[in-house]
């Protein structure tokens, strides 16, 4: 595996790079991002997961969240955090991958700063959640809100299209649950997170100012974006979508030989 780095954007954002190809693939995280502590442990498992559907010798950098942000978060400011880097520290336009709850700051950031993404990537993502996936959101910020983490994680048991994925999701979770609770993030700054994305305010307008050359690719049956991919790849101009047949949330890990031959593609 190619060297991983890890560290700190803007003092406070936890980044794992690896490669130092000159146009890196900027990646933001998913959720896990802010549920979990981001330890730099945990930002290189992170980035090894990526290596594997990316196309071969993919420079990259993987960002996650603000762990203790001092005001609430909102997407209007995770994406000016990431424009700030951007315009710092990436060759312009920058090409741009979101994952998951990633994916809906990502959007929010190419509809605010069309000129600093030039590429942009939706992994089992869109501008927004689904009714199903607010759903799910409300019910992860109740058990946050009640310090209840095992009935949290419990709730990602059912991600995957393969029964036997999630039992053994189930059967971990039995059998780790205090050192995995013990690796959580703090519920109140989970909490935050959660309801900034139920405050999602990127709307179809917002959409088309986005002027980056745009995949959307997932699974037609996501838990939290289902039916949203196409509303988003209808809004954005010339936006291709590659909806993946039968699949869930869960899509990167179990097609990942196809999520990465898409990737490759289009990168």
Known sequence: MDRIE?????GRLPFARVGQGPESLLIINGGQGFMMKPWPSRLEKGAGRLIRIL?????????????APKADPSLEGMA???AEI???????????MGISYGGVVATQL???????????????SAHGFSADGKRRLRKQIQFAQAGQF?????????????????LLLRLRLRFEARSLVARMGAPSTIVRYLEAMLDDDVTEEDLRNISARTLILGGERDQFFGGMMEATASAISGAKLKVLGNETHMA???RAS?????????I
């Open 252 to 254: 990167p890990v179990e």
């Open 110 to 124: 190419a509809a605010r700063y069309p000129d600093l993404v030039g590429k942009l990537i939706l992994l089992a």
């Open 55 to 67: 196309p071969p010798n993919t420079s990259f950098v993987l960002i996650g969240y603000d762990p």
């Open 6 to 10: 890890t560290g700190l954007f803007l």
């Open 150 to 166: 095992h009935a949290l994680l419990k709730e990602f048991t059912t991600v995957f299209r393969r029964p036997w994925l999630n």
């Open 258 to 266: 196809d999520v990465r031959r898409h990737l490759e593609e289009f």
């Open 80 to 82: 000016r955090d990431i």
């Open 86 to 96: 951007i315009d710092a520290d990436f060759k312009k336009p920058a090409s741009l």
